[in-house]
Antibody
């Protein structure tokens, strides 16, 4: 059974940094592209970043480019999101999601999310 | 960037109703459109991918159609478990964008 478990969410001050982790199990992690998606309180979904399975291709939304860094450790079946220079508008639940294996164009499995709160 | 516009934002319906949600893309996205269901406090769940393909395990009352810039999600007979928020999502050129969501409420 596919399982994604995010961790690392916390209360952080504006300008601070945080690293999120997503531990994957139940599938061959290295074979799948993975993404981070967030949802601000009461708002819709926003794709942030994607990392291809083994090819090393990385993509970012303009809203986080230069501040957030996605990485993965296929030996640990773990996806990461390093978030720097955090702002109040980064407050959200952060989900990791597996991109479908055939095309990578949709997200077929999601974690339960981890809450990041940016506030002084 | 491609913008996705869903309509309506909120929909009030009764159990047994046929429900249709529309999603429009600001430019053609071929058939790279997915639909998700999200319940409060839960992660989104994939319902439809590639515009009209039903994800495994999803009830057949859900269907998707469209291509290019206009897409629809149809629930043929609304069930109590279907009251939730629905999002469309497009893929184009290594960018993924979601619509703003449609909340399906009990009438």
């Amino acid at each position: 059974e596919v399982h994604l478990l995010e961790s690392g969410g916390d209360l952080v001050q504006p300008g601070g940094s945080l690293r999120l982790s997503c531990a994957a199990s139940g599938f061959t992690f290295s074979s799948y592209a993975m993404s981070w998606v967030r949802q601000a309180p009461g708002k819709g979904l926003e794709w942030l970043s994607a990392f291809s399975g083994s090819g090393g291709s990385i993509y970012y939304a303009d809203s986080v480019k230069g501040r957030f860094t996605i990485s993965r450790d296929n030996s640990k079946n773990t996806l990461y999101l390093q978030m720097n220079t955090l702002r109040a508008e980064d407050t959200a639940v952060y989900y990791c999601a597996r991109q479908d294996g055939a095309t990578g164009t949709s997200f077929d499995y999601w974690g339960q999310g981890t809450l990041v709160t940016v506030s002084s | 960037d491609i913008q996705m516009t869903q309509s309506p934002s909120t929909l009030s319906a009764s159990v047994g109703d046929r429900v249709t949600i529309t999603c429009r893309a600001s430019q053609s996205i071929s058939s790279w459109l997915a639909w998700y269901q999200q319940k409060p406090g839960k992660a989104p769940k994939l319902l439809i991918y590639k515009a009209s393909s039903l994800e495994s395990g999803v009830p057949s009352r859900f269907s998707g159609s469209g291509s290019g810039t206009e897409f629809t999600l149809t629930i043929s007979s609304l069930q109590p478990d279907d009251f939730a928020t629905y999002y469309c999502q497009q893929y184009n050129g290594y960018m993924w964008t979601f619509g703003q969501g449609t909340k399906v409420e009990i009438k």
